[in-house]
């Protein structure tokens, strides 16, 4: 079973800075795209950014110049840097990952739970 999980949400004030941090489980082989989503309440999940195995990233107009998405193939592992954080980043911060091979086969389309950042202003 494919599993994410999510770290380094918290609390921080305006113009600070987070990095969240995503860890696939063991059984994964590869991953094709990684990516940070965010769903604040009330609000639909959005994308923020997404990587692929190459290195390209897309990043969504609210992040573009604070956020960096990067990952580590190795390690099955993709992390955001949030730096100049502003109050309407508040939001519970999901991971995903598309197109996962295991071991076994592969699937598609895996969530984390989630982790809250709270940015205070």
């Known amino acids: 079973q494919v599993q994410l999980v999510e770290s380094g949400g918290g609390l921080v004030q305006a113009g600070g800075s987070l990095r969240l941090s995503c860890q696939g489980s063991?059984?994964?082989?590869?991953?094709?795209?990684m990516g940070w989503y965010r769903q604040a309440p009330g609000k639909q999940r959005e994308l923020v950014a997404a990587?692929?195995?190459?290195?390209?990233?897309n990043y969504a107009d609210s992040g573009k110049g604070r956020f960096t998405i990067s990952r580590d193939n190795a390690k099955k592992s993709v992390y955001l840097q949030m730096n100049s954080l502003k109050p309407e980043d508040t939001a519970v911060y999901y991971c995903?990952?598309?197109?996962?091979?295991?071991?076994?086969?592969?699937?598609?389309?895996?969530w984390g739970k989630g982790t809250l950042v709270t940015v205070s202003s």
């Open positions: 990587i692929d195995s190459a290195g390209h990233t």
């Open positions: 063991v059984n994964i082989v590869s991953i094709n795209v």
């Open positions: 995903n990952a598309d197109f996962v091979v295991t071991a076994v086969g592969y699937g598609k389309d895996y």
